[in-house]
C-alpha cells in the first residue's frame, strides 16, 4: 500500500470542475487582484473569526512583513521569535533590518518556552512572534503577560491554525495582529499561495492595508502615502478560498477525527514516540508531528512500507546557514535542537482513505514493537 503525504490530486478532486469555472470567470471578468472577490473573501473571514478588520495578502510570509514592517521594526530593533519554526518567522525580522532574538521552546510541545522569553528580552526589544506550529498553540496567556509588562507587541504567528481558539477567542485574535496561511498544504488550502491579516486594531489595519499595495490607501490610485510592497491576492484565489471556507468546518473534523485515532493508537508508546494530547484548547491539524527517539529509523520503516513522511524541521533556526551571522553555536538552545532531531510529520488530511489512516498506525506500532523486541 502507498500512502502519500499531501496527496493534492484526492485533495482537489471533487472541486477540479468548480476551479475550471472559477478561473475561466475571473479571466473574462477584468477584474484580477484585490477587487471584488478579495472584498468578498476578507468580509467572509471577518464572519468567521470575529475580527474587525482582515487584509487578503499574497503568502503568509507576506503578511509578516506587512506586519512586521506596520509594527515599526526596522534596523536597531529586536524581535523575539521561537528557534524551532518556518524561516518566515525570522527572515522576515532580518529582511527587514531587525534582529531576531531566537527563543528556546517547550522540549514537549515546541512551543515558545515563556520562562526563556523573558529571559531574552533586550533593551530593543519591541516585538514578541509566538508561533502555533502543527496543531499545537503557544501559551497565549503567560506570552501576553510578559509582553505587558514590557511593553512589547504580540504578533501571533497562526499561519496554520484558522478554526483554532484559546479561552473562547480564535486563533490570530490573541494578541495585537495575526494570520492565516492559505498555501495548498494548509487546512484552508487555496489554489496557488494566499493569506490573511487580522486585527482588531484601526490604525494597524490602515498602515497594513497600505503597505500590501505600494502604499496606496485603495482611494486614489497612484497616490503613495509609504513605500510599499506588491503584496496582493488575486482574485481567482480569493473567490475559490470563498468557496471552500462553506466545508471547512466539516474539513477540519474530519482532521481532528483522524489526529484522535492516532493520539489514542500512540499515546502507549512513550517515551520511544511521543505526541502532544493537549486538549485545553481548539485544536485544528494542520499536520501531525510526533517525536521518536530514532526519527530516522522510524521514517525509514515507514518509507520501506510505502507511507512518505515529512521532517517539520530538520535543523533549529539559528543554527542554520542563513542565520551563521548571529553567531549561534550548537547548544545554545538545546531543545529546539532536540526536537529537530526527533520530529516526524504523519500523512493527515480530510480526504485520506480510512485503511490508509489504520495502515499507517498499524506501521507505526509495528515498528514500535520491533523495536521493543530488541530491547
Known amino acids: 500500500m502507498n500512502v502519500p503525504f499531501f496527496n493534492y490530486e484526492a485533495r482537489y478532486a471533487q472541486d477540479k470542475e468548480v476551479i475550471k469555472d472559477m478561473i475561466f470567470r475571473v479571466g473574462t471578468s477584468n477584474n484580477f487582484i484585490l477587487k471584488e472577490c478579495v472584498a468578498a473573501f476578507e468580509e467572509r473571514i471577518r464572519q468567521y473569526t470575529g475580527a474587525k478588520h482582515a487584509i487578503a495578502t499574497c503568502s503568509g510570509t507576506g503578511a509578516l512583513t506587512i506586519l512586521l514592517r506596520a509594527m ?24 527587514l533590518g531587525g534582529r531576531p532574538v531566537f527563543v528556546d521552546v517547550d522540549p514537549r510541545t515546541g512551543m515558545m518556552d515563556p520562562n526563556d522569553l523573558e529571559a531574552k ?7 514578541v512572534i509566538p508561533t502555533h506550529l502543527f496543531s499545537v498553540m503557544a501559551d497565549m496567556r503567560a506570552i501576553n503577560e510578559i509582553a505587558a509588562r514590557h511593553q512589547l507587541v504580540v504578533l501571533e504567528d497562526s499561519a496554520v491554525s484558522l478554526g483554532a481558539s484559546m479561552q473562547g477567542t ?6 495585537k495582529a495575526g494570520l ?50 506588491n503584496h496582493r491576492m488575486d482574485e481567482t484565489v480569493a473567490l475559490y478560498l470563498t468557496h471552500k471556507l462553506e ?3 466539516s474539513l477540519i473534523a474530519r482532521r481532528a477525527e483522524i489526529a484522535g485515532q ?21 485544536r485544528v491539524y494542520y499536520t501531525y508531528v510526533l517525536q521518536a527517539e530514532d526519527r530516522d529509523g522510524l521514517r525509514h520503516d515507514l518509507h ?15 543554527l ?30 480530510a480526504e485520506m482513505q480510512d485503511e490508509h489512516v489504520q495502515y499507517v498506525i498499524e506501521s507505526v506500532m509495528a515498528y514500535s514493537s520491533k523495536v521493543n523486541a530488541y530491547v
Open 247 to 249: 466545508r471547512f468546518d
Open 121 to 127: 528580552i533586550t533593551p530593543n526589544s519591541r516585538v
Open 180 to 229: 492565516y496561511s492559505f498555501f495548498p498544504a494548509k487546512p484552508l488550502g487555496g489554489i496557488g499561495d494566499g493569506a490573511i491579516i487580522v486585527t482588531n486594531d484601526d490604525e494597524l489595519a490602515t498602515r497594513c492595508r497600505m503597505l500590501r499595495n505600494h502604499g496606496q490607501d485603495g482611494i486614489t490610485r497612484f497616490l503613495h502615502h509609504h513605500l510599499g510592497y
Open 170 to 175: 480564535m486563533a490570530g485574535l490573541l494578541g
Open 320 to 349: 542554520q546557514p542563513a542565520f551563521q551571522h548571529l553567531g549561534h553555536k550548537r547548544g545554545d538552545f538545546p531543545h529546539a535542537e532536540g526536537i529537530a532531531k526527533r520530529s516526524l510529520a504523519l500523512p493527515l488530511y
Open 304 to 318: 520501506e512500507r510505502g507511507i512518505e513522511t515529512q521532517i517539520y524541521y530538520p535543523e533549529a533556526l539559528p
Open 72 to 95: 515599526g521594526v526596522q534596523s536597531g530593533v529586536d524581535v523575539l521569535t521561537p528557534a524551532f519554526s518556518f524561516i518566515s518567522t525570522a527572515s522576515t525580522i532580518s529582511l
Open 262 to 282: 492516532y493520539h489514542e493508537a500512540f499515546k502507549s508508546l512513550a517515551p520511544q514516540i511521543e505526541v502532544v494530547l493537549d486538549d485545553d484548547y481548539e
